[in-house]
């Protein structure tokens, strides 16, 4: 879901939780950068997790050598051409955020990960705060996700899952378009590197 103004001040009341200070006072400037950087949101049994608003990334380097898929004048041809595609820059950010992860993961393309249910997301947290992530851990770690008070996602909260990150793909799309009408390709930095070192 996507965090709305009545999104905002629930959020708000479990960062509240997170961030309370021993001597009972709030980190309002650490509860206001949570909420500010909360792009959507799930509620899974009672608890709540929370996705981050990717930023958008105008560095892009390009490694040359024995170790690497360039030579020298192929990565400064690849930087060249890097620095001027707007395709390529648009691919790169959207390939390069965690909903686009989790698409390939939910998708099938990381196997041997499971997506379980963490209901604490901060050790810091109060134990009536709902905030907590979803972690993908080896198959082979059931039983110790299990111990640790996690459940796996039911194939219905991954359906839901995968809905949401589409969403915010979709979303970041749009931003990275309004960047491109607004600054152009005029920010974006590129730069080759050695890569054998």
């Not at 200070?21 to 929370?50: F, H, Q």
């Not at 004048?73 to 595609?85: C, I, V």
């Not at 390709?185 to 730069?191: A, E, H, L, P, Y």
Request: hydrophobic letters at 35%.
């Amino acid at each position: 879901m996507n965090v709305n103004k009545a999104a905002k001040e629930m959020l708000r009341d479990e960062f509240c939780k997170v961030w309370r200070r021993r001597d009972g006072s709030i980190d309002e400037k650490m509860v206001t950068y949570c909420v500010n950087k909360a792009s959507a949101y799930m509620v899974l049994d009672d608890t709540i997790v929370t996705f981050d608003k990717p930023s958008i990334e105008t560095r892009f380097c390009f490694g040359y050598g024995v170790q690497s898929a360039y030579d020298y004048d192929e990565a400064l041809d690849a930087a060249s051409a890097a620095s001027e595609s707007e395709s390529y820059f648009i691919h790169k950010n959207l390939d390069g955020t965690s909903f686009a992860w989790y698409m390939k993961a939910i998708a099938g393309d990381e196997w041997w990960l499971e997506p379980w249910l963490d209901p604490v997301h901060y050790t810091c947290q109060t134990k009536d705060c709902r905030i907590g992530e979803i972690r993908w851990e080896h198959w082979h770690k059931r039983d110790w996700c299990r111990s640790q008070g996690w459940r796996p996602l039911t194939d219905d909260e991954l359906v839901e899952l995968y809905g949401v990150c589409y969403e915010e793909q979709v979303k970041f799309l749009k931003r990275l378009k309004t960047y491109l009408k607004r600054y152009g390709m005029s920010k974006v930095q590129t730069w080759t590197y050695w890569a054998d070192e």
